[in-house]
Nanobody, 122 residues
């Protein structure tokens, strides 16, 4: 079994900062990539930022220069530092992981966390 456990969401005023964390656990043999998506009410889930095992990063244009994704390979954890938050950043943020999992046999699969709410409001 593989689990992605997110933390760090909450309510913040415009211009404020939050740091999200996502820890992957279970029978993980390797991590190809981890990332963050978000889904605002009535909208589709979209990519916010992603980081590969080689530390290559990819950001949505709307968050470039404000958000930073990083990882701790030893802890199978990915972080999203969010600065200069704006009301349009309000959404449920989901952690995603592209993993190689298993014990006797290995399977590459995609996993989602349960989501954490980020609300930016004065």
């Amino acid at each position: 079994q593989v689990q992605l456990v997110e933390s760090g969401g909450g309510l913040v005023q415009p211009g404020g900062s939050l740091r999200l964390s996502c820890a992957a656990s279970g029978s993980i043999f390797a991590i190809y990539a981890m990332g963050w998506y978000r889904q605002a009410p009535g909208k589709q889930r979209v990519l916010v930022a992603a980081i590969t095992s080689g530390s290559s990063t990819n950001y949505a244009d709307s968050v470039k220069g404000r958000f930073t994704i990083s990882r701790d390979s030893a802890k199978n954890t990915v972080y999203l530092q969010m600065n200069s938050l704006q009301p349009e950043d309000t959404a449920v943020y989901y952690c995603n992981a592209d993993l190689l999992v298993g014990t006797l046999s290995l399977i590459r699969d995609n996993y989602w966390g349960q989501g954490t709410q980020v609300t930016v409001s004065s």
